[in-house]
Nanobody
Framework: QVQLVESGGGLVQAGGSLRLSCAAS????????IAWFRQAPGKAREFVAA????????YYADSVKGRFTISRDNARNTVYLQMISLKPEDTAVYSC???????????????WGRGTQVTVSS
């Protein structure tokens, strides 16, 4: 089993930056891919970004390309999401998830963190 804990959320002004962390523990060798999802109030959860832990290949949702950067520190079993030029529409609960391969569907991930709130004000 893999346990994931997110941190780094908070309240920022539009145009600001925030860095989220996803710390993994447990059976992390089975965690080939870490992805970030987000869920805004009243909306379905959506894919944000993913990274392959072995080769660092990344994949981003169109809505965050050029603004968000996903990276990893395998020695610390931690994945980061650096967010810049934040917009009010980025407001959501951000969760990280572990999977076996790059994917954008919730069903392809076997472990989830509880999420961290990101609020972007105007």
């Amino acid at each position: 089993q893999v346990q994931l804990v997110e941190s780094g959320g908070g309240l920022v002004q539009a145009g600001g930056s925030l860095r989220l962390s996803c710390a993994a523990s447990g059976r992390t060798l089975s965690m080939n891919v870490i992805a970030w999802f987000r869920q805004a109030p009243g909306k379905a959860r959506e894919f944000v970004a993913a990274i392959n832990r072995a080769d660092s290949n990344t994949y981003y949702a169109d809505s965050v390309k050029g603004r968000f950067t996903i990276s990893r520190d395998n020695a610390r079993n931690t994945v980061y999401l650096q967010m810049i030029s934040l917009k009010p529409e980025d407001t959501a609960v951000y969760s990280c998830a572990a999977g076996f391969s790059i994917a954008t569907r919730e069903a392809d991930f076997f472990s989830w963190g509880r999420g961290t709130q990101v609020t972007v004000s105007s």
